[in-house]
Structures are given as structure tokens and as C-alpha cells.
């Protein structure tokens, strides 16, 4: 299973609950199965960009709520950090090698800033 979409299917769930709803009531509002709805929170199906679009209609959210996983235990922190270093890693890879080494030093240089400043 995708660690990704194991983090956006509990932040699915994390805004259901939040809105009172049941798995049920929101399959209706996206006039999808149940059981589809269930699969999505657990992470074991692919969804479709329109199958999101309803399910974050149906939430009353905008899109970019489904990806904020402040909500996330220590677990999913790890599996936060993995997705956005993946992230990262395809935003770089389009990229030109002097864009990507000039990035690479500056999170080097921030790194080492940090470092510093705890032996402090």
C-alpha cells in the first residue's frame, strides 16, 4: 500500500469524523458504494482526480485540505516526511543540474545553520 494514499485516505477520514459524517452519508454525497469509501480511507484504492474532486464537494473542504496531514501520529509524521521528500525529489527532477546542485547547497547551508545553532 502506497504510503501516500494511506495519508490521504486517514485525512479523508480525519475531516469526515470532523464533520460528523458517516462513511455512509458521505458515499451518498459523492454518489459512490460504501464500501469504496472504506477502501479510500484504509489506502487500498486508487482514486481518480474526479473521485476526489466529489469526495472534497461532498466534505464541504477545499482540495488542498485533503493534503494537510497536521492531524498525523508519530507514524504518519515518518510517512509525512517521506512524502514530501518524494515530492521534493520529483520537483528537482525537471529541474536544470545547477538549479538542483544551487538548492542542494542552500538546504546544505541550512542544515548546517541548524546544527550550529543547537550545539549553541
Known sequence: MSDFKRLVGEQIRHIRKQKEMTQEALANACGLQYSYISDVERGERNISI???????EALGVVP???FRFTHATMENDVLEKQV?????RALLSERELQEVKF???????FINIVEEKKKN
Open 50 to 56: 474526479e473521485t476526489l474532486e466529489k469526495i472534497v
Open 84 to 88: 514530501l521528500i518524494e515530492s521534493l
Open 64 to 66: 488542498a485540505e485533503v
Open 103 to 109: 538548492v542542494h547547497r542552500l538546504a546544505s547551508d
